[in-house]
């Protein structure tokens, strides 16, 4: 048997006791449970597809009584949860059986096993956005807007639910208490099956919520019988780290929810996609536009919502931005007529062999790239509200800021490059002239495959045939 670690603290051991992990002595923590960098390390060797370890389902942690809970919201809410019984939040940022969590976990005795290895209040207040001030928030994400409201919109929820629900189910408590809950319970929670009401709630699993983040991650789990198991992705040894995936979260994400973020570098696909992304506001459309990198199509439609949301949709045919599939793969060897019918203009009778522009394409072309012309402006006005170069004095912010500012920057080239293309082809009947052009703007890699996602499903109608 594999020589075993040594013994963890008093309070994690306390922990194991209650969370019956199997093996017993599976994982050990790397350093204090205060520490927020320690992480859980395997004290045994595991293969491949083998259990790193389970724990029993009954002693998950879930809320007592959401449905009470929901009937308290629904007084608060009634238009927004007319529909929807689990979103008190304007922006669904906020879940209702988290809260209901939050009031479970609250009602936990002091010396609850669980309880005494949670991260300290004063750790969240360094880390987790929703605990800071606005006067402190604004200059630590400069420029990053939609971000910094759905930071505003969480803390007034949680402050509007503690005054008019939770004050008055649990009266003792303080909003302070509910917010360090709220950190626990957003940072920690898994959403589970509730097996008495048939819908997603959140639940807390005590053991297997400290394990860190990662892409890829090192284990997975899930409910099997009346356990929850973590299966080794890869061979595991002895003090390896044992991490698990909390889902495809851009840096923005991460740190709202996590209080962490990962280097652009670690925060990739096996594809190369990258996980970042940049939620911009223009006119009434968030638009996420997501960093380069696992091909054209990830940029395509982002390009297609900002296309979209520049100008209100009406007769010209534009399709809404919720339409848009952003996760759809590309394939060079789609037929183009499936993906055609996102940009409906009208008459597609047009010969497609003709080096002329079809009667009426001319129209739909400028019409396009007048939107261009728009996104282009409004991501400039968008890039200038952040510092020159990025500027945080907190770490994390930095980074999601910087993230920003490349992403911005690289769809700003695209659109550069589109109007660009449009400039040096138009009126041009020359198609070799043009196959030219098109060959020597391929040296601008994963920019140039936006642009090329863009032309080659005929939004440019005629002007796709050199693609």
């Given at each position: 048997?594999?020589?075993?670690?040594?013994a963890?603290?008093?309070?994690?051991?306390?922990?194991?006791?209650?969370?019956?992990?199997s093996p017993?002595?599976?994982v050990?923590?790397?350093?204090?449970?205060s520490?927020?960098?320690r992480?859980?390390?395997?004290?045994?060797s595991?293969a491949k597809?083998e259990t790193?370890?389970?724990?029993?389902?009954r002693?998950?942690?879930?809320p007592?009584?959401p449905?009470?809970?929901?009937?308290?919201v629904?007084?608060?809410?009634?238009?927004?949860?007319k529909?929807?019984?689990?979103?008190?939040?304007?922006?669904?940022?906020?879940?209702?059986?988290d809260?209901?969590?939050?009031?479970?976990?609250?009602?936990?005795?002091?010396?609850?096993?669980y309880?005494?290895?949670?991260?300290?209040?004063?750790l969240?207040?360094?880390?987790?956005?929703?605990?800071?001030?606005?006067?402190v928030?604004?200059?630590?994400?400069?420029?990053?807007?939609v971000?910094?409201?759905?930071?505003?919109t969480?803390?007034a929820?949680?402050?509007?639910?503690?005054?008019?629900?939770?004050?008055?189910?649990?009266?003792s408590?303080s909003?302070?208490?509910?917010?360090?809950?709220?950190?626990?319970v957003?940072?920690?929670?898994?959403?589970?099956?509730?097996?008495?009401?048939?819908?997603?709630?959140?639940?807390?699993?005590p053991?297997?919520?400290?394990?860190?983040?990662?892409?890829?991650?090192?284990?997975?789990?899930?409910?099997?019988?009346?356990r929850?198991?973590?299966?080794?992705?890869?061979?595991?040894?002895?003090g390896?780290?044992?991490?698990?995936?909390?889902?495809?979260?851009?840096?923005?994400?991460?740190?709202?929810?996590?209080?962490?973020?990962?280097?652009?570098t670690?925060?990739?696909?096996?594809?190369?996609?990258?996980?970042?992304?940049?939620?911009?506001?223009?006119?009434?459309?968030?638009?996420?536009?997501?960093?380069?990198?696992?091909?054209?199509?990830?940029s395509?439609?982002?390009?297609?919502?900002?296309?979209?949301?520049v100008k209100?949709?009406g007769?010209?045919?534009?399709?809404?931005?919720?339409?848009f599939?952003?996760?759809?793969?590309?394939?060079?060897?789609?037929?183009?007529?499936?993906?055609q019918?996102?940009?409906?203009?009208?008459?597609?009778d047009?010969d497609?062999?003709?080096?002329?522009?079809?009667?009426?394409e001319?129209?739909?072309?400028?019409?396009?790239f007048?939107?261009?012309?728009?996104?282009?402006?409004?991501?400039?006005?968008s890039?200038s509200?952040?510092?020159?170069?990025?500027?945080?004095?907190?770490?994390?912010?930095?980074?999601?800021?910087?993230?920003?500012?490349?992403?911005?920057?690289?769809?700003?080239?695209?659109?550069?490059t589109i109007l660009?293309?449009?400039?040096?082809?138009k009126?041009?009947?020359d198609?070799?002239?043009?196959?030219?052009?098109?060959?020597?703007?391929?040296?601008?890699g994963?920019e140039?495959?936006?642009?090329?996602a863009?032309?080659?499903l005929k939004?440019?109608?005629?002007?796709?045939?050199?693609?």
């Amino acid at each position: 048997m594999p020589k075993k670690r040594k013994a963890p603290s008093d309070a994690f051991s306390d922990l194991l006791a209650h969370a019956e992990p199997s093996p017993p002595a599976a994982v050990s923590l790397s350093g204090p449970p205060s520490d927020p960098n320690r992480c859980l390390i395997s004290n045994y060797s595991v293969a491949k597809n083998e259990t790193a370890f389970s724990i029993p389902f009954r002693n998950l942690i879930t809320p007592e009584s959401p449905h009470n809970f929901l009937e308290e919201v629904d007084k608060i809410y009634p238009d927004k949860n007319k529909n929807n019984k689990t979103q008190p939040s304007p922006d669904n940022l906020i879940n209702n059986t988290d809260v209901a969590l939050c009031l479970n976990l609250m009602a936990l005795p002091v010396a609850h096993p669980y309880k005494s290895i949670l991260p300290s209040q004063s750790l969240f207040s360094s880390c987790l956005p929703v605990c800071w001030e606005s006067k402190v928030l604004a200059p630590l994400l400069k420029g990053s807007a939609v971000l910094i409201s759905e930071i505003e919109t969480i803390k007034a929820t949680l402050r509007t639910l503690f005054d008019c629900v939770v004050s008055k189910i649990s009266p003792s408590s303080s909003f302070p208490d509910f917010l360090n809950a709220w950190c626990v319970v957003s940072s920690r929670s898994f959403s589970v099956q509730d097996v008495s009401s048939s819908i997603s709630i959140s639940a807390l699993l005590p053991l297997v919520d400290m394990c860190n983040h990662s892409r890829p991650r090192v284990c997975s789990y899930k409910k099997s019988g009346d356990r929850v198991v973590l299966t080794a992705l890869k061979d595991i040894k002895v003090g390896d780290e044992i991490s698990i995936t909390y889902g495809a979260k851009s840096s923005s994400e991460l740190l709202r929810d996590y209080g962490f973020v990962l280097p652009p570098t670690s925060n990739t696909e096996p594809d190369g996609s990258s996980n970042d992304r940049v939620k911009i506001k223009i006119r009434d459309n968030i638009v996420t536009f997501r960093a380069p990198g696992g091909g054209p199509s990830y940029s395509y439609f982002c390009l297609s919502e900002g296309v979209s949301a520049v100008k209100d949709v009406g007769e010209s045919g534009v399709i809404p931005v919720e339409e848009f599939e952003e996760e759809e793969e590309w394939n060079d060897d789609d037929d183009e007529e499936d993906l055609q019918g996102q940009f409906d203009f009208g008459d597609e009778d047009e010969d497609e062999e003709d080096e002329d522009v079809g009667e009426g394409e001319g129209d739909v072309e400028e019409e396009i790239f007048s939107r261009v012309s728009l996104l282009l402006l409004t991501l400039k006005t968008s890039l200038s509200l952040y510092s020159s170069p990025p500027f945080s004095s907190n770490p994390s912010c930095l980074i999601v800021l910087s993230n920003d500012v490349r992403i911005i920057n690289f769809y700003i080239k695209v659109c550069e490059t589109i109007l660009e293309f449009n400039e040096t082809v138009k009126g041009e009947k020359d198609g070799e002239k043009i196959r030219k052009y098109v060959e020597s703007l391929k040296s601008r890699g994963d920019e140039w495959e936006a642009v090329q996602a863009f032309c080659k499903l005929k939004l440019l109608m005629s002007l796709s045939k050199y693609f």
